[in-house]
């Protein structure tokens, strides 16, 4: 659930900033087919309707898979801000 709601979130701040053609990258395999195959996740479902909706607004969007181990950085950085969005949230 927390891969999706940084990709929702990455979409609507890409949609901000006015981009138009994306390519968001993740480390959650399963979350990557579910998006690109349309396969239905009754655990995500919500927010992969959503994910879908939203991405269909712009030019291009390509949801890639990136194992974890290639992508630790990145990782790093998510897991941040996660914990930063909860802290303010309290």
């Given at each position: 659930m927390a891969e999706a709601m940084a990709v929702f979130q990455a979409l609507q701040r890409a949609k901000e900033m006015n981009i138009t053609t994306l390519t968001l990258a993740s480390d959650s395999q399963k979350l990557i087919e579910a998006l690109n195959q349309n396969i239905h996740l009754m655990e995500i479902h919500g927010i992969q309707h959503?994910?879908?909706?939203?991405?269909?607004?712009?030019?291009?969007?390509?949801?890639?898979?990136?194992?974890?181990?290639?992508?630790?950085?990145?990782?790093?950085?998510?897991k941040a801000a996660l914990r930063n969005l909860v802290t303010e949230s309290v």
């Open positions: 959503d994910i879908l909706d939203l991405s269909s607004t712009f030019i291009s969007v390509i949801f890639v898979y990136i194992p974890r181990n290639l992508n630790r950085d990145a990782d790093v950085l998510a």
